[in-house]
């Protein structure tokens, strides 16, 4: 079956540095592979979709890989702020069903708390 | 856009009894909405999903007949947990499609707090 992984452990960094995130998975091509953030106690916000033929997106500070060879995205916030404290989800469309009624498969998430 | 309510934010009930969560697209209309439950530093676990006007589809192990989902308009799913238990108590979030959209993003609604005494 499709499995997901992110970094498990918590990832502190430094206000200003660059932060990034791995998104690895496997049994599956996917077409396409979306990026959310959770804060605490509230539901996950859609921040990027990348598709199988991008290698690359870019939206302000965040930026997006997708290597299918590697079967790896990368998810990068650059001049990180304290606000992007938050738990960050990678999710990809379950091998079945089409449309609307496809189902995401999700990661476990990884922690980033930004240090002032 | 492309804003999704929750209602009630939070909830605290009695063991035993029912307990509804309204989950609404506000500027869009969503033919199919999900519901998910989440435990703490856990995934999002898919319940099931809705489409208007038509039965709910559950995923493995979620009772239906415990979980009640109506979706009766292009706007509102709602989510009935019935006889509701201590183990019930959990993070309870729907999302939601926006029809219209070519990539197939969800919409989260800001999530419902259950809590069964």
């Known amino acids: 079956s499709q499995k997901i992984e992110q970094n498990s452990e918590a990832l502190n960094i430094q206000e200003g540095k660059t932060a990034t995130l791995t998104c690895n998975y496997t049994?599956?091509?996917?077409?396409?592979l979306q990026w959310y953030r959770q804060d605490p106690g509230r539901g996950p916000v859609f921040l990027l979709l990348?598709?199988?033929n991008e290698k690359e997106k870019r939206k302000e500070r965040l930026k997006v890989t997708f290597d299918t060879t590697l079967k790896q995205s990368l998810f990068h916030i650059t001049a990180s702020q304290p606000a992007d404290s938050a738990t960050y989800l990678c999710?990809?469309?379950?091998?079945?069903?089409?449309?609307?009624?496809?189902?995401?498969?999700w990661g476990l998430g990884t922690s980033l708390a930004v240090n002032p | 856009g492309a804003v999704v309510s929750q209602h009630p934010s939070r909830v605290i009930c009695k063991s035993g009894t029912s307990v509804k969560i309204e989950c609404r697209s506000l500027?869009?209309?969503?033919?199919?909405m999900f519901w998910y439950r989440q435990f703490p530093k856990k995934s999002l676990m898919l319940m099931a999903t809705?489409?208007?006007?038509?039965?709910?589809?559950?995923e493995q192990g979620v009772e239906k007949d415990k979980f009640l989902i109506n979706h009766a308009s292009l706007t509102l799913s709602t989510l009935t947990v019935t006889s509701a238990h201590p183990e019930d108590s959990s993070f309870y979030i729907c999302?939601?499609?926006?029809?219209?959209?070519?990539?197939?993003?969800?919409?989260f609604g800001p999530g419902t707090r259950l809590l069964v005494l």
């Open positions: 809705s489409n208007e006007g038509s039965k709910a589809t559950y």
């Open positions: 999710a990809l469309p379950n091998r079945g069903g089409a449309g609307n009624n496809r189902k995401l498969i």
């Open positions: 990348i598709r199988e």
């Open positions: 999302s939601a499609r926006d029809q219209r959209a070519r990539q197939e993003t969800q919409y």
């Open positions: 500027d869009f209309q969503a033919t199919t």
């Open positions: 049994n599956y091509s996917p077409a396409y």
